[in-house]
């Protein structure tokens, strides 16, 4: 089975600058503003594997990030922060439930989902549109 990459871009002071690959390590800029975000839908344990090489993503929360079913929680590894959360989306009269994991860091923010994880691609054209607001960096 193939990954599907939602999306890979580098983004600098709020502005998408260009699309990444993602084995491709981006150093961190001085004002912080320069980042990465990669989204996944599903991706398979070897290629979760070269995200976390490339990032150098907590193994435990690379791991945790393949289970569809783990519970939603927050963890902090080093400086970066690991969310896993629950989605759901209404579809006519029916409820589906998906999972989604985070990953932040100083020059990355990297989602992971699995099933329905709702419109993260509206979400990023909002905050494509206010260069300013998505220009203090991935935490914000």
Not at 48 to 54: D, E, K, V, W
Not at 86 to 115: C, P, W
């Amino acid at each position: 089975p193939c990954m599907t990459i939602i999306a890979a871009y580098y983004y600098n002071e709020g502005k998408r600058v260009r699309e990444i690959r993602l084995d491709e390590h981006v150093e961190l800029n001085e004002n912080r503003s320069g980042f990465c975000w990669i989204a996944l839908s599903e991706p398979t344990a070897d290629e979760l594997r070269a995200i976390q090489t490339t990032y150098n993503l907590h193994p435990l929360a690379s791991d945790n990030a393949m289970h569809p079913l783990s519970p939603p929680k927050r963890e902090v590894y080093n400086d970066e922060l690991y969310v896993v959360a629950q989605t759901a989306e209404l579809g006519g009269d029916r409820i589906s439930y998906g999972k989604m994991a985070i990953f932040t860091g100083h020059n990355h923010l990297i989602t992971v989902r699995h099933g329905n994880a709702g419109a993260l691609g509206k979400l990023r054209e909002q905050l494509e549109a206010s260069p300013t607001q998505f220009g203090k960096g991935v935490d914000y």
